[in-house]
């Protein structure tokens, strides 16, 4: 009497190859998509890195700007439009019962001038009423 096999083993290596290839496919599916974000990350850094202190901290600048509008601060607009100074910018965010306020220095070194603006700001409790800030 002989025996017989249940699967053949040529479509057992084929079913074990699909198997196979399926599950590699789905482990290395995010560890393909993380290493392809960190090459972006990696490009987009050296691209920064490239660019001038002044180009640095507009891009900076803008950045949190966009940052704060999304998170419904408003930037008070002047006469010139935007209300965004060389140093930084000044965002306000208002409801019924409290005001916040965020000012955001941007500058390629901290002196102890700003921190001591900052400082006297903090002191007096405001920034004005024209809510405009100047460093």
């Given amino acids: 009497m002989q025996t017989k096999n249940i699967i053949p083993w040529s ?4 079913v074990f190859s699909k198997r196979l290839e399926k599950r590699l496919k ?3 599916k995010p560890l ?8 972006k990350l990696n490009l987009e ?11 640095k ?6 950045k949190a700007g966009s940052l704060l509008k999304a998170r419904s601060f408003s930037l008070p607009k002047s006469e010139s439009g935007w ?9 306000v965010r208002e409801d019924k019962q409290k005001s916040q306020q965020i ?15 900052i400082a006297t700001i903090r002191a007096f409790g405001s920034i004005g009423s024209n809510r405009e800030l100047t460093l």
Wanted: hydrophobic content about 40%; charged content about 25%; aromatic content about 4%.
């Fill in 11 to 14: 479509k057992a290596n084929d």
């Fill in 26 to 28: 789905h482990v290395l």
């Fill in 32 to 39: 393909i998509k993380m290493r392809n974000i960190n090459e």
């Fill in 45 to 55: 850094r050296a691209e920064f890195r490239r660019q001038s202190v002044s180009a």
């Fill in 57 to 62: 901290i507009n891009i900076l600048r803008n």
């Fill in 83 to 91: 209300r965004v100074q060389p140093s930084g910018l000044h965002a």
């Fill in 103 to 117: 000012v955001v220095i941007c500058t390629p070194s901290a002196v102890k001038r700003i921190f001591d603006g």
